[in-house]
């Protein structure tokens, strides 16, 4: 298995510009978790999915930020409009259980 | 509200001695406490897992040791090795849910 793929893995772009986050997960895994990663903050849970429904979004920073999971082998996070303190790395993680594996990320930054 | 607290932020540690990274929760429901390790680029991975039924947990050269009515935990890294330089999360899970709170990292560097 190739693991949980993101991409891209980089992102530069405008403030105001719309960005696009995608993620698949492991064939299998049913559960798919958006972190968001800064220095100040850490890992900070933005979304959650359970067979593609998503159960909390109590993470989402603001509604400029949505995600949709349309089927199991795909997830997208949106941002629009963008601002640069949306400048962060982005990770997805799948897991059927109690291990999260993670991608490798998406580093967005936001000039 | 933080409900993971890990400490040190970083840490400093000559090749073959010990690394101990500590974590303090206050939510009795966690019933879960993984610890994570990511290194430079890449998504944190699994590292070593433990429930509150036992105190210890050892893989190789890491260990858990786990101080449920203290509601502390703490991973141990035995022979640290260079190569073991990268970040560290703990992170803890409530009965019967999947979703992780992490605690915010420690940077652990080992030095030759």
């Known amino acids: 298995d190739a693991g949980v793929i993101q991409s891209p893995r980089h992102e530069v772009t405008e403030m105001g510009q719309e960005v696009t986050l995608r993620c698949k997960p492991i064939s299998g895994h049913d559960y798919l978790f958006w972190y968001r990663q800064t220095m100040m903050r850490g890992l900070e849970l933005l979304i959650y999915?359970?067979?593609?429904?998503?159960?909390?979004d109590s993470g989402m920073p603001e509604d400029r930020f949505s995600a949709k999971m349309p089927n199991a082998s795909f997830s997208t996070l949106k941002i629009q409009p963008s601002e640069p303190r949306d400048s962060a790395v982005y990770f997805c993680?799948?897991?059927?259980?109690?291990?999260?594996?993670f991608g490798s990320g998406t580093r967005l930054t936001v000039v | 509200q933080q409900q993971v607290k890990q400490s040190p932020q970083s840490l400093i540690v000559q090749k073959g001695g010990i690394s101990i990274i500590n974590c303090a929760y206050e939510n009795t429901a966690f019933d879960y406490f993984p610890w994570y390790q990511q290194f430079p680029g890449k998504g944190p991975a699994l590292l070593i897992a433990i429930r509150p039924d036992v105190s210890e947990k050892k893989e190789g050269r890491f260990t858990i040791s786990f101080n449920k009515s203290a509601k502390q935990f703490s991973l141990h890294i035995m022979d640290s090795q260079p190569g073991d330089s990268a970040t560290y999360f703990c992170a803890a899970s409530k009965a019967g849910s999947y979703q992780l709170t992490f605690g915010k990292g420690t940077k652990l560097s080992v030095i030759p």
């Open positions: 999915f359970n067979n593609n429904v998503p159960i909390d």
């Open positions: 993680a799948s897991t059927a259980g109690y291990g999260y594996t």
